[in-house]
């Protein structure tokens, strides 16, 4: 197994990164990670006015995958998600989806014990560590971790977490991958612009597959499979969720136009990932269960 330390972070996803680590397909990663604030807020005293924002949303890496090229899809399994603690959240006026009623601003320390998070001694919430930034090199350019798109990064998606499987096109020889921002718990739309935002550790391995039309970012866990959109309004982003789900659903599972869209309304839920990055993000997600009631799964 290979370890990456967290002091090994970049800022922006760019086929210009060089690689802090030559990986194999199928070598089993340790990766630990920052916050999303690179430990600068440690008390209720730190706020953002003492923040340096160029460090800001670091993520471990980057990693060259040997052996992936433009257009591969990488698969990559996340075999365990651990949040270290403690956690720290903010309130800022004029800032999030909330922001326009808060009127002064507020860090929080969340302490951590076993499994759970408390939040001013008086909620005591079980974690449920998951990754706000993950993904791959675009093919050009460079695009800041703070930023959600086709490549992956600031996905903020709840359901990035232990024993699940995400898919990403690669756009670079070698994938350039990278992930960080573990929060420890969030819910869905991250509204006050972070959830339990804490530094972990991350184990993981990454593979190629043959999987010709998946549309990506894809996710896969136990129950369900699921397609990420981001956009720069929430309407844009839902319709590229939906287009995305049914185009798996009949290019690749090879489920019936009829049948693929009605079985969306049926058992399928569209869901806020985040609405407070520079795009926001949603998700659709379907189960497996009525995939194989048609017969198709998903490579091993």
């Known amino acids: 197994m290979s370890d990456l330390?967290?002091?090994?972070?970049?800022f922006g996803f760019s086929p210009g990164n060089d690689a802090v680590l030559h990986a194999q397909q199928g070598e089993r990663l340790h990766l630990t990670t920052h916050d999303c604030f690179s430990g600068q807020?440690?008390?209720p005293a730190d706020t953002l006015e003492t923040l340096d924002w160029s460090i800001t949303n670091p993520a471990t890496g980057p990693i060259y995958i040997e052996g992936t090229k433009p257009g591969d899809v990488l698969r990559v399994d996340l075999h365990e998600v651990k949040a270290h603690g403690p956690s720290v959240m903010i309130a800022v006026p004029g800032v999030g989806a909330l922001g326009h009623l808060i009127t002064e601003e507020e860090t929080v320390i969340l302490d951590h014990s076993d499994d759970t998070v408390t939040y001013k001694d008086k909620v005591v919430v079980k974690q449920k560590p998951m990754?706000?930034?993950?993904?791959?090199?675009?093919?050009?350019?460079?695009?800041?971790?703070s930023t959600?798109?086709?490549?992956?990064?600031?996905?903020?998606c709840t359901l990035i977490t232990s024993n699940t499987r995400l898919y990403l096109t690669v756009a670079v020889e070698g994938a350039l991958f990278g992930?960080?921002?573990?929060?420890?718990?969030?819910?869905?739309g991250e509204v006050v612009v972070c959830g339990a935002e804490t530094p972990g550790e991350v184990t993981l391995t990454t593979q190629v597959v043959d999987i010709p039309g998946l549309p990506t970012p894809f996710i896969e866990n136990d129950e369900i499979?699921?397609?990420?959109?981001?956009?720069?309004?929430?309407?844009?982003a839902y319709k590229m969720a939906l287009d995305m789900m049914h185009g798996f659903l009949t290019n690749v599972a090879d489920i019936p136009v009829n049948d693929a869209a009605m079985l969306m309304s049926l058992v399928g839920n569209l869901r806020f990932c985040q609405v407070v990055d520079p795009l926001l993000t949603v998700r659709f997600e379907f189960p497996k269960s009525v995939l194989a009631d048609y017969g198709y799964t998903l490579p091993a």
């Open 5 to 10: 330390t967290r002091d090994k972070a970049f």
């Open 41 to 43: 807020l440690k008390t």
């Open 131 to 145: 990754l706000g930034v993950i993904g791959v090199a675009p093919a050009e350019g460079t695009v800041p971790n």
């Open 148 to 156: 959600p798109g086709p490549h992956g990064g600031n996905m903020d």
């Open 179 to 188: 992930c960080g921002d573990m929060h420890a718990v969030m819910g869905d």
């Open 225 to 236: 499979v699921a397609v990420i959109a981001s956009a720069e309004t929430t309407d844009e």
